[in-house]
């Protein structure tokens, strides 16, 4: 921030992964970066289409010396968020339209775990190359969902957001999921994608 300069902390690929669609970077209270890339793939929407679990979640350590992958054959992840405690590393998986978590140990993570409901309304039979065309279709993307961002309130919802439906759900502690903002016509909120939050005083504001 003072002299503007930049660094590569890394590049190209890791473990003989590309890092082409590299996501999301989180980083936490010691200073590790956590990263999503969302598909090894050339042809992202050949991905969306089949629904192909092949991203994977790595672990930058605070000295940037070292990297390592932490979670495989994740279904698309997106967005990633730490609780308060940093128990659970939650993660948005854009092409499934929900939320999993995963318990860290220390310097990797644990099995994923379902948080909260599926959150969109893609059919089990509407996975497939024959739905590379899917962009070209506003009521199929809208239904299928597409999560994107999250964050944390002080109180301890999760805040996510859906791009093509311009709809914000948060998801209590105890799993249940509330529609905050819906606006189909995208008259007020259009393709959210990221979500932040403010501290004013001891509360939050979203």
Request: hydrophobic share 40%; glycine share 8%.
């Amino acid at each position: 921030p003072v002299t503007g300069a930049i660094t590569a902390v890394l590049g190209g690929q890791l473990d003989g992964r590309p890092l082409r669609w590299l996501n999301f970077v989180l980083v936490d209270s010691v200073g590790a970066l956590w990263c999503s890339v969302s598909t090894v793939a050339d042809d992202l929407v050949d991905t969306i289409a089949r629904g192909t679990a092949d991203g994977f979640i790595f672990r930058v350590a605070p000295d940037c010396q070292s990297a390592q992958v932490v979670a495989d054959a994740v279904s698309f992840p997106n967005c990633m968020a730490l609780d308060r405690n940093e128990d659970y590393l939650y993660v948005v998986r854009t092409v499934a339209a929900d939320v999993v978590r995963f318990p860290i140990r220390g310097e990797t993570l644990g099995p994923q775990q379902r948080f909260g409901p599926p959150l969109g309304d893609r059919r089990p039979d509407e996975f497939g190359p024959q739905y590379s065309q899917f962009p070209a279709d506003e009521q199929l993307y809208r239904r299928w969902g597409f999560a994107d961002g999250c964050a944390f309130d002080a109180d301890g919802n999760l805040w996510v957001t859906f791009v093509f439906p311009n709809r914000i759900v948060a998801i209590s502690p105890d799993g249940r999921a509330t529609v905050v903002v819906e606006d189909p016509d995208g008259a007020l909120l259009s393709g959210p994608t990221s979500i932040a939050r403010r501290y004013w005083s001891d509360r939050s504001i979203t």
